[in-house]
């Protein structure tokens, strides 16, 4: 399997060396040069399978001779060992035809433990097999940074350097990152923005000098790796819900576009997904790209689903490959467009995009009266985020004979100002979480600025 740029001009590259370098050196991202299929009698086969099994049939391919079988298989199965439930992501169904799909019963309670718990595990095996080391850097709007600390705290070939917005994540977030006390493991609180922070972190692949030849590693979902072990749980909920023999669609609270975009590869990898519903919530530049064709920054707003305060959305980026026929030059015009001025997609694309994409935009009245209704209609405490996924799936469902599945990214129990604000219970953390609330915390400030982190990292790695 090899792996190629969305801006066309860096050299191809295999699983391992994709999942070390995280940006391409051309500035884009890194996709599959062409998908492997997953025919109908391959999902008929994962009928009644664990996750962990479907989890090696599906991400076996993309790996390729990086790893022998067994290895591959061993880590994974340690990866969701770490879930605090059986079937790792549980559905549930919450009407005649609507689910959702909890993605949060992993140590950090948000999705992002399904891809970090393996990515941690991967990078470890390789830097070992290579005896070498390596500098993370991850951006965090809340839920990367506790789920990158706890998937790669343990590997001593590792330095975890973890920018969050400074004010702008809740409590528990902060207080998930903030109080590990590790010699590898450095939280940043940034004075700016997430998007702020990611910048930092992208403009640190391009000028890697300052680490004198140590390797930078990306934990975002700048990683095609996050993006593979995403792509499981799409596969996983369509063949609980009758894939091959029956259509699913997919709503999804979305961002930095990592998530959704794990469900079109899965898609365009032969899962049966009729439609794919973008949530955001007032930081709306997806469904404004997707609904008017605007592709323009504004002004990044702080809201109750904190954890998608971004603007700059990285994996939109690989959509648009595809949606540009794997036109790296078109994707590069695009976005150096974009980044000085409004842009506009090109006819053809974005048609190829509403072909399967729609999206809807919760603001924070919108959040707080799914969360009550919810509550309301079902019992079901919704977090913040997840309830701008529900509302996007109710106004976007365009099949209703399809079930559709929401994907439910958080534990409400992270954003308990927002469940209080909607008139509920304030939700019970779970007891392995209560003895950091009164824990020290440990985090440097800097201003946002590339250079004042940079130098920071330099005097900190080991
Ligand atoms: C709880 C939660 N929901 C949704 C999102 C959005 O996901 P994505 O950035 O993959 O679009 C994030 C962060 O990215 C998140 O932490
Ligand atoms: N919402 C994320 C932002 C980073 O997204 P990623 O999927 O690219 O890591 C967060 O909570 O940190």
Known sequence: MRYISTRGQAPALGFEDVLLAGLASDGGL?????????????????????????????????????????????????????????????????????????????????????????????????????????????????????????GCRACENLDIFILHPKG??????????????ADNVHNIAIEGNFDDAQAIVKGSFADQAF????????????????????????VAAAVALGAPDREVSFTVPSANFGNIFAGYIAREMGVPIRQLVIATNA?????????????????????????????????????????????????????????????????????????LFSSATASDDTILNVIREMFDRTGEVLDPHTATGVYAAEKCNQHPDVPMVTLATAHPAKFS????????????????????????????????EQSAVQAFVESHRH
């Open 168 to 181: 702008r994540v809740s409590e528990i977030q902060r207080r998930q990152m903030t109080t590990v006390k």
């Open 30 to 150: 890194y996709v599959p040069e062409t998908l492997p299929k997953i025919t109908p009698d391959d999902l008929r086969a994962m009928a009644g399978c664990s996750y962990v099994e479907i989890a090696y049939r599906v991400m076996r391919p993309f790996v390729g001779d990086a790893i022998d079988d067994a290895t591959f298989r061993r880590l994974i199965e340690e990866s969701y060992a770490s879930f605090h439930h059986d079937a790792v992501v549980p559905l549930k169904q919450l009407n005649s035809n609507h689910f959702l799909l909890e993605l949060f019963h992993g140590p950090t309670l948000a999705f992002k433990d399904v891809a970090l718990q393996l990515l941690g595990r991967l990078l470890d095996h390789f830097l070992k097999q290579r005896d070498e080391k390596g500098v993370i850097m991850g951006a965090t709007s809340g839920d990367t940074g506790s789920a990158a600390i706890e």
């Open 283 to 355: 930081n709306d530049i997806l469904h404004r790209t997707l609904a008017s064709n605007d592709f323009s920054r504004k002004e990044l707003l702080a809201t109750l689903a904190p954890s998608m305060d971004i603007v700059v959305s990285s994996n939109f980026e690989r959509l648009l490959f595809f949606a540009y026929g794997c036109d790296g030059a078109a994707v590069r015009e695009l976005l150096e467009r974009f980044q000085k001025a409004p842009a506009a997609l090109a006819d053809a694309p974005l048609a190829r995009m509403r072909e």
């Open 211 to 234: 680490l004198h030849g140590t390797r930078l590693i990306a934990v975002n979902s700048i990683n095609w790796a996050r993006i593979m072990a995403q792509t499981v749980y799409y």
């Open 417 to 448: 100002d927002a469940i209080v604000k909607a008139g509920l219970a304030e939700p019970v953390l779970p007891l392995h979480f209560v003895e950091m609330l009164a824990a020290d915390e440990y985090y440097d400030v800097l201003p946002a």
